[in-house]
């Protein structure tokens, strides 16, 4: 039995040091869960594919650790592909396992295969957004794949692989020997840094600019450099700009942080930018949203502006703008060079007391604009009221997870994120439904902090089933369920662009309609908070948190428009000419 696939695919695992697997059962695939009974791995089940590979996603983005999925066949790996995309998009390393047809079935269309054009290419359905997907044709290949499946999703730019198990395969012999082996190769890569001169040039630059710029992205998380970062912005006194992954890589505390750029951005953040000499881009794709579309009336103007760009993928740099200087390395390698170099080359650093105290007096300024949202007691409540009281009652170190709509665009642009990799956003591939599952997964990989996701009704209306596996396993995570009735942000461009609403709001009989929210925590046997006021929010948030136990809370809220000052190029295509953006559809 021990010298099975399955039994010694687990104890590779063990050995690899994997603490969790998220999944759903198959018949392709038992055979693992059934090696994973006496196993110190924990499996977690859930209802749906896409909240496993949710699920995982959170869990690899807080614990800084590749995730493992576990997936069946046919509608089980199809389900999944959702998540493993918003994964792939956001560069996560995680290896998905999936079991698939018989090998002797080859050709002959058995149960549950995808074979419309081709026998036995499962695997191909992930090619277009993993970073490799293999077949094991045979069992004494099993071991060389895993050990490269694991390298390549943990290393370059990380990102999720395929494993594609045919069920036979799981419950053949392997010669124990060639798992064995594997152990002897490495399992930490050493990085690509920068050499001296190219930091010397950096440094020299950055310091004769006349207006530089730090534009800073999710990369520089994927790398764990986010103390070098802070490092080298607080001895150089430049400003640091960010895109939307890029959200809490430098304290929002720290008054050299201007915020988040493009469309969600405001007039003051991309005025900013515009104005640069020079920018430093760390782990960044210059995503299109973070861009203004690329169009430089409104972020960035380059290459009026000189760009530097530090990536760990060569097919990123230069892709969006043309740079003067580019290099390919890890990020926290890179950064601990430039930062040794610095204090060479200034050894005093530099001190920028008019601008820090321009970027607070725009803070106040902005802040004070908002006030009277965050303070208005109407019900059903402002957005901005909610992300106020939210903030209020978090800890610093909390982690934050949000779906999209108000509860992403809102919260980077409005909501201060204090430790670095805290909050978790779906970013490339934008995924609703992403917020809900990626909270349990951030809980089992940090048990000690506070997490609490931030959804809208339509995102957490997308997988509800998250909660049997919250309950199931007493995942404490604290759901917002920010419930506008609507798809609220598209609601809001088509209102602004068509004058309609046609498959955007939520009603029954012409009135606005909502599922009782609370109703279904209590139904999985999960705590559900119904929220009747304001004033009623902040204490019960208090209370769901000190619990320790999941809890939903459903509180109504206006859909009312996040601002924006920036552009996105689909608005043109709507209403040519006209800069109009959203509408609100109170």
Excluded at 527 to 536: L, M, N, R, V
Excluded at 568 to 578: E, F, L, T, V
Aim: with cysteine.
């Amino acid at each position: 039995m021990s010298n099975l696939v399955s039994h010694q695919l687990v104890k590779y695992l063990e050995d690899r040091g994997v603490e969790h697997i998220f999944g759903l059962c198959g018949h392709t695939n038992i055979a693992v869960l059934t090696a994973l009974e006496e196993s110190e791995i924990k499996f977690v089940n859930t209802r749906h594919e896409q909240i496993a590979a949710h699920i995982a996603d959170g869990y690899a983005r807080a614990k800084k650790e590749t995730s493992v999925v576990l997936s069946h066949l046919g509608p089980g790996l199809t389900n999944a592909a959702t998540g493993v995309a918003n994964a792939a998009l956001d560069s996560i390393p995680m290896v998905v396992i999936a079991g698939d047809i018989p090998s002797h079935y080859y050709g002959k269309h058995p149960h549950q295969e995808i074979n419309m054009h081709a026998d036995a290419s499962q695997y191909e359905v992930y090619k277009p957004f993993v970073k490799r997907a293999w077949r094991v044709d045979r069992p004494d290949l099993f071991p060389e794949i895993l050990e490269k499946a694991f390298q390549l999703a943990e290393n370059g730019n990380p990102g999720p692989v395929l494993i594609s198990v045919p069920m036979d395969i799981f419950s053949k012999e392997c010669d124990p020997a060639l798992f064995e082996k594997q152990k002897h190769n490495t399992k930490s890569l050493q990085k690509p840094s920068m050499d001296e001169a190219t930091a010397k040039q950096i440094i020299q630059t950055l310091v004769e600019a006349k207006n530089p710029l730090f534009y800073v992205g999710g990369g520089v998380i994927l790398a764990d450099a986010a103390e070098e970062l802070k490092e080298l912005v607080d001895h150089l006194d430049i400003p640091v700009a960010h895109s939307l992954m890029g959200k809490g890589v430098v304290s929002d505390e720290n008054p050299l942080v201007l915020g988040m750029t493009g469309f969600w951005g405001t007039e003051f953040i991309n005025k900013k930018v515009k104005s640069s000499d020079y920018i430093l881009a760390l782990g960044t794709r210059f995503a299109e949203a973070d861009n203004s579309s690329w169009e430089d009336e409104y972020t960035f103007t380059v290459p009026e502006t000189k760009l530097m760009q530090i990536d760990i993928d060569p097919t990123e740099i230069g892709r969006n703008y043309p740079v003067e200087l580019g290099v390919v390395a890890d990020l926290k390698q890179a950064l601990t060079v430039l930062n040794r170099v610095a204090k060479e080359l200034v050894p005093n650093g530099l001190q920028n007391e008019g601008l820090k105290e321009e970027i607070l007096a725009n803070r106040a300024e902005f802040r004070e604009s908002n006030r009277q949202f965050f303070e208005d007691n109407c019900f059903p409540m402002q957005p901005q009221r909610i992300l106020e009281d939210v903030r209020q009652v978090l800890p610093k170190d909390a982690f934050i997870t949000t779906d999209v709509g108000w509860n992403k665009n809102g919260v980077s642009q409005q909501f201060p994120v204090y430790t670095p990799g805290s909050i978790l956003t779906p970013g490339g591939y934008a995924t609703m439904g992403f917020g809900a599952p990626a909270a349990l997964g951030a809980k089992i990989a940090q048990p000690e902090k506070v997490v609490i996701s931030l959804v809208g009704d339509g995102g957490f209306g997308q997988n509800p089933a998250v909660l049997a596996t919250a309950a199931e396993e007493n995942i404490p995570v604290v759901w917002v369920i920010m419930n506008n009735f609507a798809f609220g942000t598209i609601a809001g461009l088509q209102k602004a662009h068509y004058g309609t609403t046609l498959g955007t709001l939520f009603h029954k009989d012409g009135e606005a309609y909502s599922p009782d929210f609370a109703a279904i925590a209590q139904a999985y046997g999960v705590e559900g908070i119904k929220i009747e006021s304001a004033e009623q929010f902040k204490p019960a948030l208090e209370k769901a948190i000190k619990a320790n136990k999941p809890v939903v809370i459903d509180v109504a809220m206006l859909n009312n428009p996040v601002p924006t000052a920036g552009h996105w190029n689909i608005m043109d295509i709507y209403s040519p000419g006209k800069k109009v953006h959203h509408a609100s559809t109170n």
